[in-house]
């Protein structure tokens, strides 16, 4: 976790404190551009920290979520 970017570091918060949440949301929350939420995304990723799902409300998105965070709490925030 120490070698990850800031911004990978905010985006885990947030996906700790909310639960399952997507690009646009995340990118939202965390005040940052949607450039830096995907590579936020991808590092995390990358660690094999992130879990991605299929949001079935708009399959033009996926929903994100920490590995092993215990149970990743239900639905969507909006």
Not at 20 to 39: A, D, F, H, M, N
């Amino acid at each position: 976790m120490e070698a990850l970017p800031p911004s990978a570091k905010l985006v885990f918060k947030i996906l700790e404190q909310n639960g399952l949440l997507t690009q646009k949301q995340i990118t939202r929350e965390s005040y940052l551009p949607p450039r830096t939420v995907r590579y936020a995304l991808n590092r995390l990723k990358k660690k094999d920290l992130l879990e991605e799902r299929f949001y079935f409300r708009d399959a033009r998105q996926s929903l994100y979520g920490l590995k092993n965070a215990g149970e990743i709490r239900g639905d969507v925030q909006h």
